[in-house]
């Protein structure tokens, strides 16, 4: 089985429940609040996991309660923890207001994600060994740069989620093997709303992409052939937080099973259908057995 490295973030998610969410100045009284493991390098390991990956995570989490939460959450997902580093201080933390509509308005502190800023001998032995690596931009620029190019130098195929969407320094982009933005991260980077044009645009940099486009499925592109659309199942989604962590994660274990890109997309889409159809983020991730012959 071919391993997969995870360069990302590992956030303690704080969700409060309103009808409204409250102005400047304001105080409202919520309904529920929820502490969920979060942040989408951590949520991308255990999507992996799930799906069968061997799965390493490089990041690191604070000293504080959550840090072990969160270590042991990883953990329980079979994930290999031996590269997350504790540091002194308070581990990430996203604050989430979710409202009536279901719109929700975030504030993310990076806590201990903010100390990696450089992979770290560790991490650079772990990364040059892996078959895959998984990166996103919720760790500081440096660190996501240096594995990107660490990969690269050993012919580790890189995947990057470009989130949250910022402009791509081209010593980054150069590494990158395929590029997963969802249709705004798409249309942020190139100036296109239109999948297949954003696309064309992409493909100047990164050999290939795949814009995800929620409920509609995901467009697949690659250099000298035609965008391929892959419809996304048909099913009633009851929340879709983590269905684009559990679309990439599940992907790579099958890029990494050798299984050629379409057929991987296929089956990653039936994993987020699955996600999408379930309450929660990490928990709601299928595992390798519900989801269905690749
Ligand atoms: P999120 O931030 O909600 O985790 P995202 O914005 O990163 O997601 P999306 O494009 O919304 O990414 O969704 C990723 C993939 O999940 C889609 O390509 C699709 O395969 C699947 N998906 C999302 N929403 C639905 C849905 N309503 N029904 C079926 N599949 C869905």
Redesign the pocket.
Known sequence: MTAIAVLGSTNMDLVAYVARAPGRGETVTGREFRTVPGGKGANQAVAAARAGGEVVMIGAVGTDEYGSLLRTNLEHAGVDTELLHTVAGPSGTAHIVVDDEGANAIVVIPGANGSVTALGPGGQAAVAAAGLLLLQLELPMAAVTEAARTAKTHGVRTIL?P?PVQPLPSGLLDAVDLLIP???EAAALTGYEEPHAAAQILLREVPEVVI????K??LYAARGSEPVLFP????T?VD????????VGTLAVALGEGRAVPEAVAW??SA??L??QRPG?STSMPYRSEIGAA
């Open positions: 989620t989130s969802n249709e705004h995800t486009l929620g409920r499925g995901c996304a199942p048909e099913v989604a879709t937080t983590g269905a684009g962590d559990t679309f990653a889409s987020a259908a996600c999408v983020a």
